[in-house]
């Protein structure tokens, strides 16, 4: 619908007597800002999109070979209330208890610290998994690739949208401005004509 307004604009002031500068202007400024989020909004979205998923995938390529995924044994339920879990070990899921666990480090040391853990109703010996490094420090579990992609994807759709937004909005302060000047024109154009409308002969 913007397409065709943009259009009818240009051709309706082409060759129109009563067209003013700012008419033309104004017209092009519509039919420009349409072409930009039509093409240029999709071409910055794709690129941003593609530079997002080629570091993520980067990412996760890095992560996978310095994170390991162990197995920790529950020494015991811890009972008392302890602090939020550390956003840097939580691996995003719904955290239900804390308990007290033995773990064995890649490179062979012995582990044992407060550790979250999904587990329903852990009991000692239980075991579960946790990620570390190869210290057997614990880190979050390595972001999954169809994860790194899907936020690729979201990153390059922000991307196109704010730039759509960033084009429609310099075309309305254009517009704006554009509109000023006609009222500014018109205070100009009254003043000089003003004070003699209605008398006789005015224009003559």
């Known amino acids: 619908m913007r397409a065709v307004q943009a259009v009818s604009g240009l051709w309706r002031w082409r060759g129109n007597p009563l067209r003013r500068t700012t008419d033309l202007v104004e017209s092009w400024v519509a039919l420009t800002a349409l072409l930009l989020s039509l093409v240029a909004a999709p071409v910055i979205g794709a690129f941003t999109g593609a530079a997002t ?6 990412s996760v ?5 310095s994170r390991y995924a162990v197995t920790a044994t529950v020494v015991e339920e811890l009972t008392r209330l302890s602090p ?26 012995r582990h044992r610290g407060p550790v979250s853990t999904t587990l329903k109703s852990p009991r000692p010996g239980d075991r579960f998994r946790v990620w570390t490094d190869r210290r057997g420090h614990l880190v979050t579990a ?8 899907s936020h690729a994807v979201l990153a390059g759709l922000g991307t196109a949208m704010l730039t759509a937004a960033a084009v429609e909005g310099l075309r309305r302060l254009i517009v704006w401005r554009l509109t000023r000047r006609r009222y500014a024109r ?3 154009a009254w003043e000089r004509t003003g004070g ?6 005015t224009g003559s």
């Open 53 to 58: 998923e080629d570091a993520l995938q980067r």
């Open 61 to 65: 390529r890095q992560q996978r070979l």
């Open 84 to 109: 939020d879990p550390d956003p840097e070990i939580s691996t995003g899921r719904e955290l239900r208890h804390r308990v007290l666990a033995d773990w064995t480090a890649p490179d062979g040391t």
């Open 142 to 149: 390595p972001l999954d690739s169809a994860a790194a992609t």
């Open 186 to 188: 018109w205070d100009q």
């Open 196 to 201: 003699d409308w209605g008398r006789t002969g």
